[in-house]
C-alpha cells in the first residue's frame, strides 16, 4: 500500500519561508508525478506545484516565482520550498502522487502564515 508521509508545515510571519517535504513507500513502480496541493478553508482543493520524474514542472501562477518543486527520484521523495509567503497561502497542504494513472495522497499538513 502506498503511504505518503508528509513534514515541514507550521506557523509563519508573513514574508518567511517554509520547506516542506513528503516522502513515498510501498510502491515497486515508477512515480511518474509528484508534488502538492492545497486546500484553504471553505475552497476547493487547488494545485500548487508538480514535478515529473523527468523534471518538468507546473506550478499555480499566484505561487510561480516564490515557490520551488523539486524532487530526489531514487528516494521517492518532493520538496517544496516556499518563499515570501502570504497569509492567502495559509492552506492546509497535501502531497500528491501518481503511479500507474492512480492518483494517491498523503494526510495533508498545515501551514499558517500570519500577518
Known amino acids: 500500500q502506498v503511504q505518503l508521509m508528509e513534514s515541514g508545515g507550521g506557523l509563519v510571519q508573513a514574508g518567511g519561508s517554509l520547506r516542506l517535504s513528503c516522502a513515498a513507500s510501498g510502491t515497486r513502480f515508477s512515480i511518474t508525478a509528484m508534488g502538492w496541493y492545497r486546500q484553504a478553508p471553505g475552497k476547493q482543493r487547488e494545485l500548487v506545484a508538480i514535478?515529473?520524474?523527468?523534471?518538468?514542472?507546473n506550478y499555480a501562477d499566484s505561487v510561480k516565482d516564490r515557490f520551488t518543486v523539486s524532487r530526489d527520484n531514487a528516494k521517492n521523495t518532493v520538496f517544496v520550498q516556499m518563499n515570501s509567503l502570504k497569509p492567502e497561502d495559509t492552506a492546509v497542504y497535501y502531497c500528491y502522487a501518481q503511479i500507474l494513472l492512480v492518483p494517491h495522497w498523503g494526510q495533508g499538513t498545515q501551514v499558517t502564515v500570519s500577518s
Open positions: 514535478i515529473t520524474s523527468g523534471g518538468n514542472t
